[in-house]
């Protein structure tokens, strides 16, 4: 059990690292070509990617009986995740809409409790909330003046979309492959977001310089594939909104890695938030740990 364990705590870090590295890179990328043709890129060959490796399995498809499943879970965790966040990031600045996007974590657990039925305890409440209170503190300095009601209002969206999408996946688990899911979901609204930038976007505003490669690449093979799998697998192993408390250090780790790599700078914002989201986590499991013991010990196996 406690080699599972460490297994299943390695895939969470790894999935923090990876979508936390993903913010800087993309932000090195997406000037170089319009947005819903790079979004749909990356969703699309990672798709591919994904498809390839895992295509001895494809009796799992059962593409008849869950072709529905497929597109819905393309609907919600790429057409609209990719697709409203990279509209929204045209009307706020960076720092602004990633709280706005973060906001899930707590959707998650208020619709794991509404939908699912699992808990959520005054203390956990508090947990959640204290974790989004850390990333507004920490992204506070990237913060203007100027606020856009349209681009509030698709980061707020961006958030709901990706909440209803893991909920769904995690209500639908037993009846589909975890793996294709991922992949037909990626190649699915990968498509429809190629097909919406070629109409509305121009392929050749693309410059193929190494930072668009590089975020491509990424984005193709770790950022999207890989890190949806390690997603939705830790979540089907244990309560969603726990799982989720967890993607509140994701900015956290964006902002340390452009402290490393982009020359940006440490502030007390950043440690007040890096505490609060410390806080945050543990008082989600708090809960685990006493009261939930069973659930504990169904994620350890």
């Not at 295509?55 to 869950?66: G, M, P, S």
Request: proline share 3%.
């Amino acid at each position: 059990m406690q080699i599972v364990f460490k297994k299943s705590t390695a895939a969470l870090v790894a999935l923090i690292l990876i979508w936390g590295a993903s913010w800087p890179i993309n932000k090195l990328a997406v000037p170089y070509a319009p947005p819903l043709l790079y979004a749909g890129q990356r969703a699309l060959l990672g798709g591919i990617l994904l498809t390839v490796i895992i295509w001895k399995t494809r009796e799992k498809v059962n593409w008849q009986e869950n072709w529905q499943k497929y597109c819905i879970g393309a609907f919600f965790n790429t057409i609209l995740f990719f697709g409203l966040q990279t509209a929204g990031l045209l009307y706020l600045p960076s720092g602004l809409f990633s709280v706005l996007v973060y906001f899930q974590p707590i959707l998650l657990g208020l619709f794991a409790w509404l939908l699912l039925g699992e808990s959520l305890s005054p203390v956990k409440i508090l947990g959640l909330f204290l974790g989004f209170v850390g990333v507004a503190v920490v992204s506070v300095d990237g913060l203007t003046v100027h606020v856009s009601t349209i681009g509030v209002t698709l980061g707020l969206l961006t958030a709901v979309s990706w909440a209803f999408g893991v909920i769904y996946v995690k209500k639908i688990s037993k009846e589909v492959d975890a793996y294709w899911m991922v992949a037909l979901q990626c190649i699915l609204g990968g498509a429809f977001l190629l097909g919406t930038g070629s109409v509305f976007e121009s392929w050749s505003a693309i410059e193929w310089n190494r930072n668009y490669l590089s975020g491509l690449g990424f984005g193709a093979t770790i950022g999207i594939p890989l890190a949806y799998i390690l997603y939705y697998k830790l979540v089907n192993a244990g309560e969603a909104s726990k799982v989720g408390s967890y993607t509140f250090l994701i900015p956290i780790v964006a902002v340390l890695l452009g402290v490393l790599f982009l020359g940006e700078t440490v502030t007390y914002s950043l440690v007040i938030g890096m505490l609060l989201v410390a806080i945050s986590i543990s008082f989600v499991n708090f809960q685990y740990k006493t009261k939930n013991k069973s659930i504990s010990k169904d994620i350890d196996n």
